[in-house]
């Protein structure tokens, strides 16, 4: 880096965002928004990612202003990738690290506290443990502990912001930004009519769908139980259901053995979710136990599309109930078919629903209110690190990335070498006491 590149960088806010990929996700998607919005003349932005391969690579390696590392973790027990994310803060000297998802958490808010510098942020998107594997169960036993000792936890709901403060984090440290819809990707690429003629169904039909992760946590069951009931009483109604995931066998054999698939769409994992959002009349969310700040229910709305979610987690700050949108009991297939069928019948208050959902996503959750915020938040945790004479130290290291990185070391043990029992408890002890700090040094 020349002189006067570093020089211009150094009067910036350094930030570093950390998450595991850039995979089509509500958590990637809000970063993609909120990494576009940063103002580049008051922030050095570096984005570091675990894995490459994800759907929105090249989206955010387009970026303007952006830098993009991929840290090329070869699996969730390799923790060697840690040296060169420490390498990367100590060499750009990041004043801010905020992390997305699980394992990202935890290891930003360690690395912050390795490095010693950095203020730690941490972000929950959702309003429950969620536990995927027996690596998952450890990382989010010790994420309990990163997230009480990050500076800021920062929930994309209020319903997030309680479930923080349930694992320990204390308010004064917790709070809400919701997420932001760009416009940039709200960009319709083909027409309703021209979706719907792909997909067989008629260009007069009234269409209900849903897009989210066939998973047992959006229980797609409801969906198929209330069609089934629906198309007793209207036969120009179709039901869209866009994604995939654990579920989608199950649920194709019950609308098979139901006989319901010709008006029951499956359309697979979508890249252009947003076309196929446009091509609905109607949008429903049938999460049964949590929900955090939904961006398929944001999208939705700023495309003037009347919804029915149920009432859960962040959908009840999304949506004022039968003024610009419908909440309904989870679980409850009989009350998502009177609506829909409520909506059907009555175009006047489905367009009413429609235009005061457009409007309240416009007023309170666009993607330069979000910026604005978290721009904000930066600006002030640094002010009140200042504020309390934390003393500033400036470590600038030459670093070569063609070069092999030194191995570290871990209370004698080769980070990449270290078993799960080892890392959970260093981490563990790393973060409840930052003096173990220390312990890692390269040789």
């Not at 390696?61 to 990738?81: E, M």
């Not at 394992?103 to 429950?128: C, D, M, N, Q, Y």
């Not at 936890?153 to 403060?165: D, L, P």
């Not at 504020?387 to 080769?414: E, H, W, Y």
Request: aromatic fraction near 8%; glycine fraction near 6%.
């Amino acid at each position: 880096m020349h002189n006067s590149a570093m020089t211009k960088s150094m009067q910036r806010i350094r930030i570093l965002f950390i998450i595991p990929s850039f995979r089509t996700g509500g958590a990637e998607v809000q970063l993609l928004s909120l990494v576009r919005g940063l103002d580049k003349s008051r922030f050095d932005v570096t984005v570091a990612a675990f894995y490459k391969g994800g759907e929105l690579d090249a989206d955010f390696k387009s970026c303007p202003g952006v830098d993009i590392v991929f840290l090329q973790k070869r699996n969730g027990l390799d923790f060697g990738f840690l040296q060169r994310l420490l390498s990367i803060v100590r060499f750009k000297d990041i004043q801010i690290i905020q992390s997305y998802n699980v394992s990202a958490r935890l290891f930003g808010v360690l690395t912050a506290r390795l490095a010693r510098k950095p203020i730690a942020i941490a972000t929950e998107r959702t309003a429950r443990l969620l536990y995927s594997s027996k690596g998952s169960r450890a990382f989010l036993f010790l994420e309990k502990y990163a997230l009480r000792s990050a500076d800021r936890v920062v929930a994309n709901s209020t319903a997030g912001k309680k479930f923080a403060e349930l694992r320990g984090v204390a308010p004064t440290k917790s709070m809400v930004i919701y997420n932001g819809i760009d416009a940039q990707r709200i960009k319709i690429n083909r027409s309703a009519k021209e979706v719907r003629q792909s997909l067989n169904i008629p260009a007069s039909a009234f269409v209900v769908g849903m897009a989210a992760r066939i998973e047992p946590l959006k229980d797609p069951k409801m969906l198929v139980e209330a069609a089934r009931h629906v198309f007793q009483f209207a036969d120009d109604i179709y039901f869209l259901l866009v994604g995939d995931g654990p579920m989608l066998s199950e649920i194709q054999d019950a609308i098979k053995s139901l006989e319901l698939q010709a008006r029951f769409i499956f359309a697979g994992h979508r890249t252009d979710s947003i076309d196929f959002l446009n091509a609905m009349d109607v949008v429903v969310l049938t999460s049964n136990k949590i929900e955090g700040c939904s961006n398929s229910l944001l999208e939705s709305m700023w495309l003037g599309k009347a919804v029915v979610a149920t009432r859960v987690g962040g959908n009840v700050e999304l949506i004022e109930h039968e003024k610009s949108g419908l909440l309904i009991s989870p679980k409850n297939p009989d009350e998502l078919s009177a609506s829909i069928l409520r909506l059907h019948d009555d175009a006047e208050f489905k367009d009413r629903l429609a235009q005061n959902g457009r409007l309240n996503v416009q007023q309170r959750f666009s993607q330069s209110k979000m910026v604005d915020e978290h721009e904000r938040l930066y600006e002030e945790l640094l002010a009140a690190k200042e504020r309390t004479g934390q003393k500033k130290s400036v470590q600038q290291n030459s670093l070569d990335f063609g070069r092999p990185f030194a191995r570290s070391m871990i209370l004698g043990c080769p980070v990449d070498q270290m078993t799960l029992d080892q890392c959970v408890g260093y981490f563990k002890d790393v973060i409840e006491n930052p003096a173990y700090g220390y312990a890692l040094a390269t040789n």
